[in-house]
């Protein structure tokens, strides 16, 4: 079984900041690419950042220079610093992660259970 657990969502004003957190545990061979999604009330869910196992980022155009995304790969862990929030930026946020279970097994993606971020203006 392999759990990916998120954590630091919440309610901030507009302008402030916020740093998303996301841990994956259990049988894990191989932790490759990770990254945040985010899925606002209507909207499709969409890619705001992801980051390889070798540090190669990539943002959407609507968070570059705001978001920053690194890894702790010792620690199977992903982080997502959030600056100059937005309201347009209020949205569920899901941490993926392309994962390995053992040496025979293909990888495939594995999320979290969602944190809700709310930015106020």
């Known amino acids: 079984q392999v759990q990916l657990v998120e954590s630091g969502g919440g309610l901030v004003q507009a302008g402030g900041s916020l740093r998303l957190s996301c841990a994956a545990s259990g049988s894990i061979f191989s932790l490759n690419a990770m990254g945040w999604y985010r899925q606002a009330p209507g909207q499709q869910r969409e890619l705001v950042a992801s980051i390889t196992s070798g540090g190669y980022t990539n943002y959407a155009d609507s968070v570059k220079g705001r978001f920053s995304i690194s890894r702790h790969n010792a620690l199977n862990t992903v982080y997502l610093q959030m600056n100059s929030l937005k309201p347009e930026d209020t949205a569920v946020y899901y941490c993926?992660?392309?994962?390995?279970?053992?040496?025979?097994?293909?990888?495939?993606?594995?999320w979290g259970q969602g944190t809700q971020v709310t930015v106020s203006s």
């Open positions: 993926n992660a392309n994962i390995s279970v053992t040496t025979l097994t293909a990888q495939r993606p594995y």
